[in-house]
């Protein structure tokens, strides 16, 4: 926010959950007040019920960036997904789309059978994917036997990690803090997320559970919860833990890029 005042400038979300406009405390999206104050992109631009993806993101935004630099000389991207961060920057590879049927029939085994069952399905079908998948992510399970079944072939055939030239320059800033004012600072914000009404919040998306929208920390615990499996400070105590796993796989992520510069958020940063 400040950065983008200081260049007079506008926010790209890089969050693929801040994109929704039905999910808001559990995805600490900003603030109506932060909102009207510089104004951002892909932040309320999709539905639980849209098919969001790193290509969908890299469209959008490709086309917000040339839209504020048709006002300004920068725009400012912000967020933790690195995936998108990527599709932005380098491009994505094409990865062919499973047929509707096909979705359908690994979503409902998925739902029928559960999360150990989908590992099993990858580990014994996809070895070459399994190494270096994001093991308890279903979302991404459930691609990549789509395409191994659509395409008759990995899905990791299909990273060719070939960089795209962008018609602008890059600048990348990468906020680190020390492990444990990282820890107090991800426990008070999960308490003032539950102060705040996060517990309600989930309740009202509970018909929606199965969406990969919601395929995300702060939900899936408090679903657990709802559902009566566990205690709401057992659910708590998860949510944090799983939230400092998530920002340990983030770090791993964003430290093998070698253009970033790392600050800690109290530095003063120049453009």
Known sequence: MKLAQQLNTEI???????CYKELNIGVAKPSDEELKSVHHYFINSHSIFDDVNAGTFEQYTLQSAETIFQKNKTAVMVGGTGLYVRAFCEGIDEIPKADEAIRKNIQQQFDA????????????KDAAFWQ???????????????????????????????????PFNIIKIGLVLPREELKYHINTRVDAMI??????????????????????????ELFHHLDGK??????????????????????????????IKWHHPSDSIKI
């Open 230 to 259: 566990i205690s709401i400070s057992k659910a708590v105590e998860e949510i944090k833990m799983n939230t400092r796993h998530y920002a340990k796989r983030q770090m791993t992520w964003f430290k093998k890029d070698e253009e």
């Open 113 to 124: 059978n559960g999360l150990q069952w989908l590992q099993e399905e990858v580990q014994k």
């Open 132 to 166: 270096i998948a994001e093991q308890q992510n279903p979302h991404r399970l459930m691609r990549a036997l789509e395409v191994l079944e659509a395409a008759g072939r990995s899905i990791t055939s299909f990273h060719q990690h070939k960089k795209t030239e962008r």
């Open 195 to 220: 102060r705040q009404g996060l517990v309600e919040e989930v309740r009202s998306l509970l018909p929606n559970r199965s969406l990969n929208a919601l395929q995300t920390v702060g939900y899936k």
């Open 12 to 18: 790209i979300s890089a969050d693929s959950r801040q």
